[in-house]
DNA sequence: TATACACGCAACCGATCGGTTGCGCTATCT
DNA sequence: AGATAGCGCAACCGATCGGTTGCGTGTATA
């Protein structure tokens, strides 16, 4: 079982999840209200996310609260920018390339 | 079957794919001598990659040249920016909670 | 022209996914 | 105390995933 970021926002229902708990935390009764889904189905990705690490819970009373952990976003970011990292290496190895002809041409 | 960026970026191998194209354009054999995985789990990673708009094939003879479509990663990023978007806006009331609560102290 | 190579495609496999149904536990309400 | 509400958990289901094996086809090479 992988259960990485990437695995947690894989499935639009738990993007979804994750979209409503950076507004503010919630039961998981009040998320399923939000959607069309039973709420054992969003029962059963809030489990995936808390796997992921990405949900804390706090029980109070007979609910339980869940809360978004934001900074395990971050990784998200982490993997796009390393993305771009490899991306502008490669245009300035093109602008290498392009220097390289401009100075053959001389 | 879901096809979006998030279901591409979900296995480790597809995103390690992704990896090596941002670099430069390569052939299914190029990319699979980069993994331990064999040319026809690649192929299907490719597969999905393309059925995603992620890649772009071109033949060349007997090859084909996989190249990235960079563009399509923004969408990540556009998401990202909303959930973002949203947090901001959660510190933004909890700021005003507390500018209300100062207030009340006067 | 015969052979080797690069690749896609289809069939198959066990594992996981996303969902439903049913049960049980604990907390609140009457 | 009894009824109800909020929730997790386990079992089950069909669909999809990630991988392997085998085959077909078109392109290069000897």
Tied chains: 1, 2.
Excluded at 18 to 38: D, I, K, R, W
Excluded at 51 to 78: F, H, P, V, W
Excluded at 81 to 95: G, I, S, T, V
């Amino acid at each position: 079982m992988r259960r990485d970021i990437f695995q947690a926002i894989a499935d639009p229902t738990r993007r979804a999840i994750v979209m409503l708990l950076a507004v503010q935390a919630m039961t998981p009764n009040a998320m399923a209200e939000h959607f069309y889904t039973s709420r054992q189905a969003v029962s059963k990705h809030i489990r995936i996310l808390v796997e992921c690490d990405l949900l804390e819970q706090e029980q109070q009373g007979r609910e339980i609260q869940y809360t978004l952990r934001a900074s395990k976003m971050n990784e998200i970011e982490k993997w796009l920018d390393q993305f771009k990292a490899l991306m502008a290496k490669r245009f300035n190895q093109l602008d290498d390339v392009l220097k390289r002809l401009k100075e053959k041409k001389k």
